[in-house]
T-cell receptor
Framework: AQTVTQSQPEMSVQEAETVTLSCTYD???????LFWYKQPPSRQMILVIR??????QNATENRFSVNFQKAAKSFSLKISDSQLGDAAMYFC????????????FGTGTRLQVFP | GAGVSQSPSNKVTEKGKDVELRCDPISGHTALYWYRQSLGQGLEFLIYFQGNSAPDKSGLPSDRFSAERTGGSVSTLTIQRTQQEDSAVYLCASSLVRGQPQHFGDGTRLSIL
């Protein structure tokens, strides 16, 4: 079975600085997808960024980028030029490319942003 | 609608009662998912619908949990004889088709007294 681990329960960063959130996963599959979701206090899960395992190039979405290391099964999220609105819970998630469409989530990292 | 809509937003009920949680997906989305988020935890998959059928219901924790989807749209998650350990936020998501990004609702916070 696949698992996702986020070893940082909480992180903090100063506004305008850069922060990296860690995620590791375990799978025997070769084809899959990885995601970072943001959950503000409103509870809604917002997709931040997505990475296909077959792509070597790291995904980037504006201030958000990932460092995908397939051999190490590592998928970290880098937030550049942090903003107060980035404060939220961040969840790493895995989805198989096979028959099941479910997302498997880590336990999350709470990010605080200080002015 | 513009996004996934869930109701009620909050539900408080007594242990042993049955509850129904509703999810209205984004119009035209064929895939629908239910997840459960216990306090301080990540999301736990419950069930996945493609149209009105549920190809994967592997995450339902017990036979007290059931879900249906009618007309390829609205879904209801029913919990019978609720227990305190059922207290959690229940999140629904939908995607245009299987494999596309999942869009989440705001969830229903269920509290069992």
């Amino acid at each position: 079975a696949q698992t996702v681990t986020q070893s940082q329960p909480e992180m903090s960063v100063q506004e305008a600085e850069t922060v990296t959130l860690s995620c590791t996963y375990d799978t025997s599959e070769s084809d899959y997808y990885l995601f970072w979701y943001k959950q503000p206090p409103s509870r809604q899960m917002i997709l931040v960024i997505r990475q296909e395992a077959y792509k070597q190039q790291n995904a980037t979405e504006n201030r958000f980028s990932v460092n995908f290391q397939k051999a190490a099964k590592s998928f970290s999220l880098k937030i550049s030029d942090s903003q107060l609105g980035d404060a939220a819970m961040y969840f790493c998630a895995y989805r198989s490319a096979g028959d099941t469409d479910k997302l498997i989530f880590g336990t999350g990292t709470r990010l605080q942003v200080f002015p | 609608g513009a996004g996934v809509s869930q109701s009620p937003s909050n539900k408080v009920t007594e242990k042993g009662k049955d509850v129904e949680l509703r999810c209205d997906p984004i119009s035209g989305h064929t895939a629908l998912y239910w997840y459960r988020q216990s306090l301080g935890q990540g999301l736990e998959f419950l069930i996945y619908f493609q149209g009105n059928s549920a190809p994967d219901k592997s995450g339902l924790p017990s036979d007290r949990f059931s879900a249906e989807r009618t007309g390829g749209s609205v879904s209801t998650l029913t919990i019978q004889r609720t227990q305190q350990e059922d207290s959690a936020v229940y999140l629904c998501a939908s995607s245009l088709v299987r494999g596309q990004p999942q869009h989440f609702g705001d969830g229903t916070r269920l509290s069992i007294l």
